[in-house]
């Protein structure tokens, strides 16, 4: 829609409100018309009605990077809020954490540039949000009801970068240092987010977490180091308590879980998605604290293409003793389960394992792993449709399903498996306490070999 100055200065500002530029506004894309396909999770996505078209919010950019945007972005939430748009179509550098769990029936357009804050990752680490879970926190929540959260990809903005270079660099010295995720949808139900580039989290990309109905799609992610600089985590959607989500139609490259499903997941479906170099579609890591029950079930995983990555479909879970892993990972004997989860048709190129399952998340003894079995079990599990080629690293192993007792694992099935390792071989893969009628492959027994992701 084509606004003049006069009008948007008549409908929408005064001039002097900070938190609303007073140039001539850019024109708003059209909200996309989004929906799960081909699958959904059963429940129809709530209805979003047209916003407001006179309440109309163009947050005022920063006017260099010492300019903290967060305050005018804090303001024009607050005016715009119950049935308006938001419009980020310039620069901005967020300096301060941003709580913006109050949303109601709103509209969010980011057409130009959202960044965060590298001058100080100490400042951070002491004032980002914090989650219990895993030691995670965040720069910025999102939540609420009927919120929409899109950009336009014709163009080459639509980004939101978390600048990650320095807080990679600095875990080289400091492993014990808290890094933000850039996004986490918390508390919202009813959200769509779509079109929107996100580039270089310190650590995750987005968590989903205490939410339902929140549709993703049509994202592209990339974490890139510069200098040879390992790049720590990056996982692209973690979904945490939260329930009836669709991704979908994206493409991640990073170095951590493409997707993952944290504790309490269910109802989720992932679909038609691209990941580079991840660590895998995961289910977990669940199990991690003790008297603690985690449940993680109905989830459909559908035309999937994993390339260079250290797994491909995956599923893992700590023992039912204490492992000490990593900094800030540490863990096991928790409760709960894996139930109902479906992997159909998945792709794989130059991935070390077409499938991972594990009992023994973390824990390199695996007679001490057998001696303290899982406490959350598996089962229900299909995977089926799996074509492509592992990687030399493994060769002729393509993979392992390993449980850590015969009654913690049942009624896991792989159908229609024809993934090849470069040997030209058989292709092998671990397998112990699962039933072998069941599955689609030559197993071997497992060798005593820790699970060395630096992940979650």
Not at 117 to 137: C, E, G, I, L, P
Request: with cysteine; glycine share 6%.
């Amino acid at each position: 829609m084509a606004w003049t100055r006069s009008i948007v200065a008549a409908l929408l500002v005064v001039s002097n409100t900070l938190a609303v530029q007073a140039e001539c506004p850019s024109r708003i894309p059209k909200r996309p018309e989004i929906k799960p396909w081909p699958y959904n999770t059963g429940t129809p996505m709530p209805h979003s009605p047209v916003r407001e078209t006179g309440r109309v919010c163009y947050v005022r950019e920063s006017k260099n990077k010492e300019d903290d945007a967060a305050p005018n972005i804090l303001q024009a939430f607050q005016q715009c809020n119950h049935g308006g748009t938001i419009v980020f179509d310039k620069t901005y550098w967020i300096a301060s954490p941003l709580d913006l769990t109050f949303l109601s029936h709103i509209d969010i357009v980011i057409t130009g540039e959202i960044h965060f804050d590298d001058s100080d990752v100490y400042y951070w680490n002491d004032n980002s949000f914090k989650y219990r879970f895993q030691n995670q926190s965040v720069f910025w929540k999102i939540g609420g009801e009927d919120i929409n959260i899109y950009g336009d990809l014709t163009n080459d903005k639509s980004l939101i970068d978390g600048h990650g270079q320095v807080y990679w660099e600095e875990i080289e010295t400091n492993r014990a240092l808290l890094r933000p995720m850039l996004l986490s949808l918390d508390g919202a139900h009813g959200l769509t987010m779509s079109n929107i580039r996100m580039r270089n989290p310190p650590h995750w990309f987005n968590i989903i977490a205490n939410s339902t109905d929140v549709l993703i799609s049509n994202m592209d992610l990339e974490a890139k180091s510069l200098n040879g600089v390992e790049i720590a985590n990056s996982d692209g959607w973690d979904t945490y308590r939260s329930s009836r989500v669709v991704i979908q139609d994206s493409v991640i490259f990073n170095t951590d879980d493409c997707v993952s499903f944290k504790p309490n997941s269910t109802d989720v479906v992932i679909q038609n998605l691209v990941c580079d170099g991840s660590h895998g579609i995961s289910v977990g890591s669940l199990g991690q604290y003790v008297n603690v029950t985690d449940i993680v079930e109905n989830l459909y995983v559908f035309n999937i293409s994993m390339s260079n990555a250290s797994d491909g479909a995956r599923i893992k879970v700590w023992p039912g003793a204490y492992t000490d892993f990593q900094e800030h990972l540490v863990g096991g004997g928790g409760l709960g389960w894996v139930r109902n989860v479906t992997y159909d048709t998945f792709y794989h190129h130059n991935n070390d394992r077409a499938i991972t399952i594990t009992q023994c998340y973390g824990q390199s003894n695996r007679t001490l792993c057998n001696e303290f079995p899982a406490n959350l079990t598996i089962e229900d599990i299909t995977m089926r449709n799996f074509w492509g080629q592992v990687s030399s690293k493994l060769d002729p192993q393509a993979g392992t399903l390993v449980c850590s007792a015969s009654d913690r694992c049942g009624n896991i099935r792989v159908e229609n498996l024809t993934v090849t390792v470069p040997s030209g071989k058989s292709p092998v893969y671990e397998c112990s306490h699962v039933d072998a009628a069941l599955l689609n492959m030559t197993c071997i027994e497992p060798t005593d070999e820790r699970d060395t992701e630096q992940g979650r």
